[in-house]
């Protein structure tokens, strides 16, 4: 068992080379890119995580990005200018996001990023964005309680998702004892709150609340104390693997939809796809959009992407968004040029797009953005049957009033415009909330 | 109550199964090749896509079981061959060697397949459950079929070893290699072979668990950490270290799990697996080396 000095002098040496060629590489491949076609070109960072973990999700949304940009370029690109995407991978790792948003600002003078996935990425990217005032493009739905000024949100925050979805499980399913059951880190907690105070409001019951590790995939604990809290429904904040896992063995234990069924902000068709769609059947899902969302904007972007990356392809609620956010921002640019503060306080605020899910709009106030909200019931082929739809889209609140009633984020308020005037070396923060 | 606690530690016995199935190639190459294999939780992957393959054929699992066992064994005699054997004796460089192999396995995969998750289907036969209280949860067949194949692995296993002639060359070059070696026999083509089972096993294991949920790529990751556990609590001196590892481990995470939360529950097993390799520095049927 004696280990050798020079062996593991070799051993280590090698190990370091191999870091150093895999780090270089794609670093070295996208400053050619930019190099290349330095000139007349409006350059667009697109960050996503292209390997690693949740690279699954984050190519989707890379590619519904690159599927904007080519055809607004196509469409004779913004002011004459054709758009450059500038990639970059940021291998799923939550510090070479920080990197890769530097050297974007930093060394390809780009215009804007649309990026990050999840919440840990935007956190780590935020305070770059801030310092460098940059604008980054952010397509997640996400727990809010953020709003930089350097950021604009494009996903949902959760009153889209479950202000209406609560009371309409109490009408329409006519259930009122709820069991939450989430992945173990901050978007299942903070959303429970708020699913909390909604149960609240409308008299059902919490039966009990548990938390799995991320990425775990064994659930019979978890039915178990389902069965045992006497709940007539599921509330699921799961994510990634352990969502196919839990509707798997749920359905496994010989729970039915009929019986018990799951209701959550998460599952897209992606994952019914992943489960095997018998396993998904009868269960529920609220989101902003879904594939089978019926207008004629939806069927042209489903066709168009399957005819760029495959007729397997399915697409989902947070590509969607990735796809218009490109529109947002080449339609801001068209409006104020490419000067950050301009983009920010004239181009992108009020910005409106005819999106699959319908028509969209950014916020002036807050910088996110007004959705549909949609609940969808699954069905044998892994798309969701439409079940209901809001009457118009639904106003982001990044500040829910039943638990924040004193807060808000407002852009157009003098006293927060007066702030962020200041340089970052001033004032640092950098965020549009105030108290009320 | 008493239904739940019931139907609790027979959902450990389950847990149990699958660290058995996940543990036992880890274990069996470990014990007596003497190499960690770093890629484990990459062979099982390899395994599930194997599944994975034959379910988008329409193929049933009873067929992805030898199917993914061959494939799997074939990786492992080309990981064996092309790079384990030159450094056998050389633990840090094998852990090294082995885990570069498992990043290098998760790349290719990741070409073929792409980084969807993969459907793998129950066969028919499994899909339902046994009612043995009136409502749910029952009990899954695909967990009597865990158990049920735990136990056949460590049957089959525990023939090969101690009732068969080339098991006897097993133990032998295990005790002591030299002169198991000096003896004529070829202990090359020993390591060679129980690496090739080793890891057979672990593409099995693969097969049988994409059904519970579906064949993804960085899926082996947490199976491996489970299975390095088994192998620390229970040692590699007897084979009846394996069964008793899991068998601990699965009923004390979801019996914990039960009597408080999931997170909970693995952190209590955490802390007494430390505990056990103070009492048992080389698990609980650790093998003495003689001095």
Known sequence: MAIKRRNFLRGSATAIGALTIGQAAPFYFARNIAKAQDGDTIKVGILHSLSGTIAIIETSLHNAELLAIEEINAAGGVNGKMIEPVIEDAQSLVQVFAEKAKKLLLNDKVTAVMGCYTSASRQSVLPVFEEYNGVLLYPTLYEAQECSKNVFYTGAVPNQQLDEFEPWIVANLGRKKCYMIGSNYIYPKETNREWKALLEISGAENMGEEYAPLGHTEFSTVLNNIANSGADYVFSTLVGDSIVAFYKQFKQSGFTAEDIPICTPITTEQETAAMGAENAVGHYTSFNYFQTVDSPENKSFVERYKAKYGANEVTNAVMEAAYFQTYFLAQGIAKSGTDADALIYEGLPGQEFNAPQGPVKIDEKNHHTHLWARIGKAREDGQFDIVWKSKERIRPDPWVDQLYPNKDCDFTNQSVLDRLKKPWSEEKNRSGTMDI | ?291
């Not at chain 2, 556990?229 to 019996?255: A, D, K, R, W």
Request: charged share 10%; net charge positive.
């Open chain 2, 1 to 291: 109550m008493l239904q739940q606690l019931f139907m609790q530690s027979l959902n450990g016995l389950g847990v149990a199964g699958i660290l058995v199935i996940a543990a036992a190639g880890l274990a069996i190459i470990f014990g007596v090749a003497g190499v960690i294999n770093m890629a484990h939780g990459q062979f099982i992957m390899v395994g599930a896509y194997v599944a994975a393959y034959v379910d988008s054929q329409g193929g049933s699992m009873f067929l992805a079981i030898p199917l993914a066992f061959i494939v799997v064994a074939i990786l492992g005699l080309v990981v064996e061959r092309g790079v384990i054997q030159w450094i056998y004796d050389r633990p840090l460089e094998t852990l090294l060697a082995t885990w570069g192999v498992g990043i290098i396995i998760e790349v290719i995969m990741k070409f073929i397949f792409g980084t969807l998750g993969q459907k793998v289907g129950w066969p028919d036969l499994l899909d339902g459950s046994i009612k043995i209280f009136a409502r749910p949860p029952h009990f899954p067949y695909y967990r009597v079929f865990h158990v049920a194949l735990a136990i056949a692995i460590m049957a089959v296993t525990f023939y090969i070893i101690y009732r068969t002639n080339f098991g006897l060359k097993v133990r032998a070059v295990r005790r002591n290699r030299s002169m198991a070696g000096c003896l004529g026999i070829d202990t090359a083509k020993i390591d060679m072979l129980i690496f090739m089972y080793g890891s057979g096993l672990a593409g099995i294991a693969g097969a049988v668990i994409a059904p519970i949920k579906a064949a993804t790529i960085d899926m082996g990751f947490s199976y491996a950490v489970s299975s390095y556990m088994v192998i620390v609590l229970g040692g590699v001196g007897n084979l009846l270290g394996i069964p008793t590892g899991s068998f601990l481990i699965g009923e004390g995470e979801t019996l914990l799990a039960f009597r408080y939360n999931t997170v909970i529950g693995q952190l209590l097993v955490f802390l007494a697996i430390v505990i056990a390799i103070r009492v048992f520095p080389r698990g609980i049927f650790g093998y003495q080396e003689r001095r």
